[in-house]
């Protein structure tokens, strides 16, 4: 079982995985994580062969004043884990204590590791290697008090069993940081499938929040999915606004309501839904 984390509450000793589906999806998490990392002056090292306007999230972004600083280090791929054109993850963990302890000796309060090696999935016994590094990843980083790794997958390009493997390595998925949050709602962008998650209660002093995170969604989108799993209450101002959405839509698609607690359904049983046209439940 793992732990949802998103990217602002992601702390020293996390071994997290990010699987994503999009490069929306990892840019929104990477480029967060990155960024929030230089910002407090944490050591970022990044396995890629990217340059650093390049790298997801951060498209176009000046960021040779950090790599300068040594703030940020980008360690090409065969540099780093590759023996032979071979994924190596004796090769790839030794890489990483080494960029570790140079971090440690320059006395950086934080360093942050990440890399994405879904490309090994296509390899001869790629999935193994990869199963191993995991491991002793996370043993390395599990009783660390500064350093955090992110460990990415493209889901595009693991099978179902691939993705199982890869989860019971991981003890934390972490997610985007939520477009709204307070004590009482937050609302968190989600890419499979594409819509919002909501948490709390959202209630009318809330509406116009929930109607920015609904206009940000991508408009061409088929459907919008929504995650009630915890949500405790929902307004019927909430419902009107869902089914203007659903009206301005048109024919690209429904709003589809995930997940609905009890709470929540009595909500939309009361109401009737065909009040509400272009809404519908997931039952399954």
């Given at each position: 079982?793992?732990?949802?984390?998103?990217?602002?509450?992601?702390?020293?000793?996390?071994?997290?995985?990010?699987?994503?589906?999009?490069?929306?999806?990892?840019?929104?998490?990477?480029?967060?994580?990155?960024?929030?990392?230089?910002?407090?002056?944490?050591?970022?090292?990044?396995?890629?062969?990217?340059?650093?306007?390049?790298?997801?999230?951060?498209?176009?972004?000046?960021?040779?004043?950090?790599?300068?600083?040594?703030?940020?280090?980008?360690?090409?791929?065969g540099?780093?884990?590759?023996?032979?054109?071979?994924?190596?993850?004796?090769?790839?963990?030794?890489?990483?204590?080494?960029?570790?302890?140079?971090?440690?000796?320059?006395?950086?309060?934080?360093?942050?590791?990440?890399?994405?090696?879904?490309?090994?999935?296509d390899?001869?016994?790629?999935?193994?290697?990869?199963?191993?590094?995991?491991?002793?990843?996370?043993?390395?980083?599990?009783?660390?008090?500064?350093?955090?790794?992110?460990?990415?997958?493209?889901v595009?390009?693991?099978?179902?069993?691939?993705?199982?493997?890869?989860?019971?390595?991981?003890?934390?998925?972490?997610?985007?940081?939520?477009?709204?949050d307070?004590?009482?709602?937050?609302?968190?962008?989600?890419?499979?499938?594409?819509?919002?998650?909501?948490?709390?209660?959202?209630?009318?002093?809330?509406?116009?929040?929930?109607?920015?995170?609904?206009?940000?969604?991508?408009?061409?989108e088929?459907?919008?999915?929504?995650?009630?799993?915890?949500?405790?209450?929902?307004?019927?101002?909430?419902?009107?606004?869902?089914?203007?959405?659903?009206?301005?839509?048109?024919?690209?698609?429904?709003?589809?309501?995930?997940?609905v607690?009890p709470?929540?359904?009595?909500?939309?049983?009361?109401?009737?839904?065909?009040?509400?046209?272009?809404?519908?439940?997931?039952?399954?």
């Amino acid at each position: 079982m793992y732990v949802r984390r998103s990217v602002r509450d992601l702390l020293p000793g996390d071994h997290a995985w990010l699987p994503f589906c999009c490069p929306d999806e990892q840019g929104h998490v990477i480029g967060s994580w990155i960024a929030q990392g230089l910002r407090i002056r944490d050591k970022v090292v990044y396995v890629t062969d990217a340059e650093h306007w390049e790298l997801p999230g951060l498209y176009g972004h000046d960021l040779s004043p950090a790599v300068r600083a040594g703030l940020l280090t980008l360690l090409p791929v065969g540099e780093a884990c590759l023996t032979g054109g071979m994924f190596d993850p004796e090769k790839m963990l030794q890489t990483v204590a080494d960029e570790i302890a140079k971090a440690e000796e320059q006395e950086f309060r934080g360093i942050r590791i990440t890399a994405e090696t879904s490309w090994a999935l296509d390899q001869p016994f790629g999935d193994t290697r990869l199963m191993v590094c995991e491991r002793e990843l996370a043993e390395r980083v599990g009783p660390s008090v500064s350093v955090t790794a992110i460990c990415q997958t493209d889901v595009r390009r693991c099978s179902p069993a691939q993705f199982d493997l890869l989860a019971e390595q991981h003890e934390v998925r972490v997610v985007p940081d939520p477009d709204f949050d307070d004590p009482v709602l937050s609302i968190t962008r989600t890419y499979r499938p594409p819509g919002l998650r909501l948490c709390g209660e959202l209630d009318a002093a809330r509406h116009t929040h929930f109607v920015e995170a609904l206009n940000s969604l991508p408009s061409q989108e088929e459907a919008i999915h929504l995650d009630l799993s915890e949500l405790d209450f929902l307004s019927l101002s909430a419902l009107r606004t869902m089914v203007e959405y659903t009206r301005r839509r048109g024919s690209r698609g429904a709003v589809v309501l995930h997940r609905v607690p009890p709470e929540v359904r009595s909500t939309l049983e009361v109401v009737g839904m065909h009040r509400l046209p272009g809404i519908r439940l997931d039952e399954d």
